[in-house]
């Protein structure tokens, strides 16, 4: 029963490098959505999809990419690492099906940029 | 902006007493509400919900009320355990073509039970 899996758990990458943070769901849910969490701070919206082959800007989207070519996966790109990107990357995924709102999230990557 | 308040970045309760956890909103146009419960390196999960057309919603030890005038929300957990403690955040959207995909999230607010 896996839910939401998020790749990796902990990453610190250097100013300027580049990394893909890697989500995949097996509840077959079309929406997906990328969040960051900063210390002492709520959840802020990055990326979301409603379905493969559809992404849309959230609250915070600039130094990010997303793509999402199958149902089950949604990477979240950085393209220029910036010390303004560490935080905690939460994935989560719902269904139009099920009631709604409701957001199944993975476990989080802890990113740091030095 | 913050659309979505939680003032209290903290709480402090006795176990099998009541917890009572607040959030304030600005927007008048959200018409649903969440909370979610975050456990440390563990991602939020759905605690309950409760729409706008309702005052009141109750799911076990979990009761969510919506005072819409004031803009206002509360999480009462009777008797709080020591399970309980975590991160409680306070969410909402609102409904665009039948979902709603934008959530909107407190800051969240640390709930320790004590035995």
């Known amino acids: 029963n896996a839910g939401v899996t998020q790749t990796p758990k902990f990453r610190i990458l250097k100013i300027g490098q580049s990394m893909t943070l890697q989500c995949t769901q097996d509840m077959n849910h079309n929406y997906m959505y990328w969040y960051r969490q900063d210390p002492g701070m709520g959840l802020k919206l990055i990326y979301y999809s409603v379905g493969a082959g559809i992404t849309d800007k959230g609250e915070v989207p600039n130094g990010y990419n997303v793509s999402r070519s199958t149902t089950e996966d949604f990477p979240l790109r950085l393209e220029l690492a910036a010390p303004s990107q560490t935080s905690v990357y939460f994935c989560?995924?719902?269904?139009?099906?099920?009631?709604?709102?409701?957001?199944?999230f993975g476990a989080g990557t802890r990113l740091s940029v030095l | 902006d913050q659309q979505v308040k939680q003032n209290s970045p903290s709480l402090s309760v006795q176990e099998g007493r009541i917890s009572i956890l607040n959030c304030d909103y600005t927007?008048?146009?959200?018409?649903?509400f969440l909370w979610y419960k975050k456990y440390p390196a563990e991602g939020p999960t759905f605690l309950i919900s409760?729409?706008?057309?309702?005052d009141k919603n109750e799911d076990g030890r979990f009761t969510v009320f919506l005072n819409k005038s004031a803009k206002h929300l509360s999480l009462h957990i009777v008797p709080s355990q020591p399970g309980d403690s975590a991160v409680y955040f306070c969410?909402?959207?609102?409904?665009?073509?039948?979902?709603?995909?934008?959530?909107?999230f407190g800051t969240g607010t640390l709930l320790a039970v004590q035995p």
């Open positions: 927007n008048s146009m959200f018409d649903y």
């Open positions: 409760i729409s706008s057309i309702k």
């Open positions: 989560a995924s719902s269904s139009d099906r099920e009631a709604k709102n409701i957001q199944y």
């Open positions: 969410a909402a959207a609102t409904v665009y073509g039948g979902a709603t995909n934008k959530l909107i």
